[in-house]
């Protein structure tokens, strides 16, 4: 698909869910709604850690602030760096690439793993002026189990997620993802748990 008809996609999908009256109800019954909810604090991934040592001004504590104002100029800056990152940047794990099971990192050599991809959207997202406590690392389950990092970007219309493996900004509770823990919005160096919230509507299931 080519950029433009992916941002008038997606400025498409933003209109009808800024306009939206309610949750709206999936196929599978679960309701989508806007913000995960957070359940606690809970341990620090050791790639995280380990990144945090190295780069200690990543990881430091920084006054609440409420999401950011989402408009139609945020939403085209969210839909371009998730789709020029995934477009130039070379899915490897760090296995094959560092020879280590986790290492988490920005990437300069136009490879990484899903961490780098999270680390270096976050990096260019905050360089454009947003504000690190909207930009958390998210650590989730895919279906088949297997774990995966995207980046949740905290806005007043809910929290959205840039993915390595899809071009497509979504709202979190429109994909198909386990949501597990992220970094916590006033220090970064801090994680809290998730839980799901997506309820499953009364009668959905057999």
């Not at 991934?45 to 945020?74: F, I, S, T, W």
């Not at 899809?166 to 801090?190: C, F, H, I």
């Amino acid at each position: 698909m080519k950029k433009t008809s992916i941002l008038v996609s997606g400025l498409v999908a933003l209109a009808a869910f800024l306009g939206a009256a309610a949750p709206a109800v999936a196929q599978d019954g679960r309701i989508h709604t806007a913000y995960a909810q957070i359940s606690g604090q809970t341990s620090i991934p050791v790639g995280h850690m380990e990144y945090c040592q190295k780069r200690p001004y990543d990881c430091q504590p920084m006054a609440a602030a409420a999401p950011v104002a989402l408009n139609d100029d945020l939403w085209r800056e969210l839909q371009d760096v998730n789709n020029h990152f995934n477009t130039t940047i070379t899915a490897v794990s760090d296995q094959d690439l560092y020879g280590v099971p986790e290492f988490w990192t920005i990437p300069a050599s136009g490879y990484g793993d899903c961490e780098d991809f999270v680390l270096l959207k976050r990096r260019m997202l905050v360089d454009d002026g947003f504000s690190p406590a909207d930009l958390l690392i998210t650590v989730v389950l895919q279906p088949n189990g297997e774990g995966h990092a995207v980046l949740t970007v905290r806005t007043d219309r809910g929290d959205f997620i840039l993915d390595n493996m899809r071009n497509k900004v979504m709202l979190w509770s429109d994909t198909e993802y386990t949501y597990l823990k992220r970094q916590a919005s006033d220090n970064p160096g801090r994680w809290v748990r998730l839980q799901d919230g997506r309820a499953v509507a009364v009668g959905s299931v057999k």
